[in-house]
T-cell receptor, first 113, second 112 residues
Framework: GNSVTQMEGPVTLSEEAFLTINCTYT??????LFWYVQYPGEGLQLLLK???ADDKGSNKGFEATYRKETTSFHLEKGSVQVSDSAVYFC????????????WGAGTKLIIKP | NAGVTQTPKFQVLKTGQSMTLQCAQD?????MSWYRQDPGMGLRLIHY???????DQGEVPNGYNVSRSTTEDFPLRLLSAAPSQTSVYFC???????????FGEGSRLTVL
């Protein structure tokens, strides 16, 4: 079945550091891939997505590239800010699903000033 | 722009009590769902619905009931609360084929 594995947290970085949060997946065919972010005390919100191989999703300085050959969708940001502190979730939607997402466990990111 | 509205935001129950978590959306989305979020467990799907009159079980449905009488509303009922149901509950909705879920702000439930 489909699954998503993301790096365990918490990840602690200093402000302006480079960020990578790893996400790999198992799925048949070409799923759609997503990163969601959850700020403290809030619900999740979509950060970026990619729907086909080699697509790059980007938003708020974050980027992730859909790599079919390595079944990965790693989240990156060149210079993090304290306001990026949050929990980040990687997710996929299988080709046979209109709605259901398969979720990673989430990675807590802590940015220190 | 209300989006997805959950009530109440906080609730404390005693074991055995019943309650309903409300979820309302104004985006005309077909799909509505309930998740629970527990430390170290990520998000787990409780129940979902793909339209009025249609509901189905997710990963952890035991102890919860749902109904979908209108497109807008998707209440989650706990008939006899247990301490294991202490959690943060999120309602999420989606339009067909988009894969983008819109989440409410969450309802924090404590069962004593």
């Amino acid at each position: 079945g489909n699954s998503v594995t993301q790096m365990e947290g918490p990840v602690t970085l200093s402000e302006e550091a480079f960020l990578t949060i790893n996400c790999t997946y198992t799925a048949t065919g070409y799923p759609s891939l997503f990163w969601y972010v959850q700020y403290p005390g809030e619900g999740l919100q979509l950060l970026l997505k990619a729907t086909k191989a080699d697509d790059k999703g980007s938003n708020k300085g974050f980027e992730a590239t859909y790599r079919k050959e390595t079944t990965s969708f790693h989240l990156e940001k060149g210079s993090v800010q304290v306001s990026d502190s949050a929990v980040y979730f990687c997710a996929l939607r299988g080709m046979d699903s209109n709605y259901q997402l398969i979720w990673g466990a989430g990675t807590k990111l802590i940015i220190k000033p | 722009n209300a989006g997805v509205t959950q009530t109440p935001k906080f609730q404390v129950l005693k074991t055995g009590q019943s309650m309903t978590l409300q979820c309302a959306q104004d985006m005309n989305h077909e799909y509505m769902s309930w998740y629970r979020q527990d430390p170290g467990m990520g998000l787990r799907l409780i129940h979902y619905s793909v339209g009025a009159g249609i509901t189905d079980q997710g990963e952890v449905p035991n102890g919860y009931n749902v109904s979908r009488s209108t497109t807008e509303d998707f209440p989650l009922r706990l008939l006899s609360a247990a301490p294991s149901q202490t959690s943060v509950y999120f309602c999420a909705t989606s339009g067909r084929g988009t894969g983008e879920l819109f989440f409410g702000e969450g309802s924090r439930l404590t069962v004593l």
